[in-house]
């Protein structure tokens, strides 16, 4: 399967600042990307969904102006937590889709997650 | 997507096959069935999909019944490593279509 890696695997930041995660395809075109967030012994919640060279399409109530999310190019997106808090302390992970040389994919393949801690 | 309906939590001894079952009744034609699993604090893994037919690879085997209402994935010989969480999703064989993550079941592997 594909490959796809998140950075940084955890951060932790004080409350008021800005985080950047970034997630990148690694061996192949990531047309769309997906970022999931998931609070302690609960199931990931999508947060948005994003296509590369367009703006990202959000789930019901899940804030644009605090998770910025930028899909620049097929390998990378990044998602950026704006004046975070204490409640926005998750595990943060992305997927993605898109096509290879050999293969055009119809699973989503997963990063390894980041954890964001808010003090 | 589909709702999908899992055990809480089952266990396993290592060695034996372990069969995680899935009710997904309201399934459309178009819409396959996906397994994932996720070990603790990591991304979650693909395991397999079908649509119809029973489908094995590598790493897992999944039964579809004939009305395609409920589906087992089997991991014929379940190893600690195995120990996760494993979501039953089913959705329309897109890439671009997003997944929704119920509960899952939670799988314990015993020594």
């Known amino acids: 399967g594909a490959v796809v890696s998140q950075h940084p695997s955890r951060v932790i930041c004080k409350s008021g600042t800005s985080v950047k995660i970034e997630c990148r395809s690694l061996?192949?075109?990531?047309?769309?990307m997906f970022w999931y967030r998931q609070f302690p012994k609960k199931s990931l919640m999508l947060m948005a969904t994003?296509?590369?060279?367009?703006?990202?399409?959000?789930e019901q109530g899940v804030e644009k102006d605090k998770f910025l999310i930028n899909h620049a190019s097929l390998t990378l997106s990044t998602l950026t937590v704006t004046s975070a808090h204490p409640e926005d302390s998750s595990f943060y992970i992305c997927?993605?889709?898109?096509?290879?040389?050999?293969?055009?994919?119809?699973?989503?393949?997963f990063g390894p997650g980041t954890r964001l801690t808010v003090l | 997507d589909a709702k999908t309906t899992q055990p809480t939590s089952m266990d396993c001894a290592e060695g034996r096959a372990a069969n995680l079952p899935c009710n997904h009744s309201?399934?459309?034609?178009?819409?396959?069935v996906y397994w994932y699993r996720q070990i603790h604090s990591q991304g979650p893994q693909y395991i397999i999909h079908?649509?119809?037919n029973n489908e094995t690879n590598e790493m897992a085997s999944l039964i579809i019944t004939e009305d395609r209402k409920s589906s087992t994935l089997i991991l014929p010989h379940a190893t600690l490593r195995d120990t996760a969480v494993y979501y039953c999703?089913?959705?329309?064989?897109?890439?671009?279509?997003?997944?929704?993550f119920g509960t899952g079941t939670r799988l314990t592997i015993i020594p």
């Open positions: 997927s993605a889709t898109g096509t290879s040389l050999s293969s055009s994919y119809n699973e989503q393949f």
């Open positions: 061996d192949f075109q990531a047309t769309t």
């Open positions: 994003s296509n590369e060279g367009s703006k990202a399409t959000y």
């Open positions: 309201t399934i459309s034609g178009n819409e396959y």
């Open positions: 079908g649509l119809k």
């Open positions: 999703i089913v959705r329309v064989a897109r890439g671009n279509e997003k997944l929704t």
